[in-house]
DNA sequence: GATAATCCTCCAGTCACTGGAGCTTTTCGT
DNA sequence: ACGAAAAGCTCCAGTGACTGGAGGATTATC
């Protein structure tokens, strides 16, 4: 069979129920049948769209990436340099980040090195947070 | 002169005039004094608790762990333990992150490789991003 | 003393959900 | 076949961390 409630929808997917319901609100994805009773079915074409979103936003792609690449990946037969650029962008973006994080990581080390602060007043975390002078890292710089 | 405007302190700590005025409703910092005119007023102590704390936020401390830190950091001659470990949790947690974001670095690039998809069809980021079969990464496992 | 810049409060909106109240429908055991 | 329990429905409100605007008062500058 391939009826499935919302709930079965969102044990498939992993998309909690309400969200599917949000998702359906900002169309993001269609409105699906109807039983008598005014309960959503769905086929396994709505799973495969809600699992292509979950995925999707699980690797942190933005919500406006995801509509595109939806879009995108209605027709077969069209090229991919856009779903590809897409991604490229996106790539470039966690390559990005990673960098940032990786300075950070070292001024958070930075802080807790020289070991045995003691006290509040002598603590370089206290320190390097108080007065940013201390911390040498040009925050909004490279963003 | 130890006396700042709300559009001072903004300039010099670069956190928003209404983001202060936030601040000091969620009780970030406190209620300043006031001109004849009702205008807020600012010293050179709540500059510094600014900028501890927008260099913190920049760093991506949660707003938790900022308030902790901040209630921390009052008392000088307290040790400082409590706001090493809080560092140590978030060095954690950036190293956490960095991690998660390579792997996800290396899915992002594998879906590029292989070059030529050419057509939404055949390309290997709708595979991926249709079925996470095709992906091989568990994602919410190490979360 | 006029005029521009800044300030005030209050309220609404953002994003991406999440949760509850109160009611109806479906499912399931007997 | 029937009654209870589970799951569904709509609507509305709230979250976090701000951001922006309206409409009006105050301050700074020339
Ligand atoms: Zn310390
Ligand atoms: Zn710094
Ligand atoms: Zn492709
Ligand atoms: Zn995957």
Redesign the pocket.
Known sequence: MSSY????L?AQSGV????I???EQIGLIAAPA???????RYGSAELNRLRFIAHA?DMGF???SLKSMLSLSTRKDAPCAKVDAIVEQHLAEVDQRIKQLTRLRGELAGMLSGGHHGTVGECRVVEVLSDHDHCGYEHGAAA
Chains 1, 2 share one sequence.
Do not use: L
Request: aromatic share 8%.
């Open positions: 409630s919302i709930g079965d969102s909690k129920v309400p969200t319901r949000y998702y109807r039983t008598e009773g005014n309960q959503r936003r933005a919500m406006d």
